[in-house]
Nanobody
Framework: QVQLVESGGGLVQPGGSLRLSCAASGSIFVIYAMGWYRQAPGKQRELVATITSGGRTNYVDSVKGRFTISRDNAKNTVYLQMNSLKPEDTAVYYC??????????????WGQGTQVTVSS
């Protein structure tokens, strides 16, 4: 069993910052890519940012220059630093991890989601 636990969401004013964290635990042999997705009310879940085990990153155009994804491989943790937040960033943010367990089964795992609300 693998668990992803997110933290760091909340209410922030436009222009503010938040830092999300997601820690993976359980039967983990190796984690490949990790990422953040978000889903706003009435919209489909969308990719926000991903990072490979080697540190290569990818961002959706709407967050480039404002968000930074990073990871600590020793802690099986991925972070999302969000600066210059806008009301349109309001959504539930989900952590994602592609990994192999000790039986070398590859799985895609999701966290429970954390709410980010940008409002004055």
């Amino acid at each position: 069993q693998v668990q992803l636990v997110e933290s760091g969401g909340g209410l922030v004013q436009p222009g503010g910052s938040l830092r999300l964290s997601c820690a993976a635990s359980g039967s983990i042999f190796v984690i490949y890519a990790m990422g953040w997705y978000r889903q706003a009310p009435g919209k489909q879940r969308e990719l926000v940012a991903t990072i490979t085990s080697g540190g290569r990153t990818n961002y959706v155009d709407s967050v480039k220059g404002r968000f930074t994804i990073s990871r600590d491989n020793a802690k099986n943790t991925v972070y999302l630093q969000m600066n210059s937040l806008k009301p349109e960033d309001t959504a539930v943010y989900y952590c994602n991890a592609d990994l192999s367990d000790y039986e070398l089964r590859m799985t895609t795992n999701w966290g429970q989601g954390t709410q980010v609300t940008v409002s004055s």
